[in-house]
């Protein structure tokens, strides 16, 4: 009886290990050379990146396609110490990435009031977007799990709205001159 229960078990085993394994929610779909997985989502100062769409409420990337640059980065939460640093850093950098034919867009899980909050406080002159159900971030690949967070990652996605860098060690007071320095050298 026990070798037929042994032989029962390996069994089970060896039928469990044949079986497809699926992708987790939080494995990056998003690579470098490949399609950038698709936006549209609510979005603070629209306008400032498409002045021909001031009443808009959603921001697509398919609005650059052809057209900009986007660098796209994720933050864990608005108007905290880290998430400041960066964002205020790009948008001190805001002009030399227009020189470079590239839009900046932030997102984190932060509802669109939130958003404007921080827009407004910092005066932030680039499109906040807000990824309250976190598809976006998980199809990024940039939802931590274990903080319930966005990771501070950045992805760089040329005219093409192909994902030309992606960034995930990121230095919040350095990392806005880092991705211009790879835009202006990259994506000419």
Known sequence: MKTLTSFAVVAALLCLAALPVRARDDESKAEEGKAAPTIDLPATSIDK??????DAKTLSLKDF?????????FFPKAMTPGCTLESCGFRDKLDDFAKADTVLIGISNDSVENQQ???DKEK???PLLADTDKKVTKAYGAYNDKRGVP???TYVIDKKGVIRKIYK?????????EVLKFVQNELK
């Open 124 to 126: 932030l002159t680039f």
């Open 151 to 153: 990771s501070r990652y």
């Open 169 to 177: 060690e990121v230095k919040p007071a350095d990392h806005p001159a």
């Open 65 to 73: 396609e052809g057209k900009k640059n986007v660098v796209l980065f």
């Open 49 to 54: 990146v498409l002045p021909d769409k001031k």
């Open 117 to 119: 909050k921080f827009t």
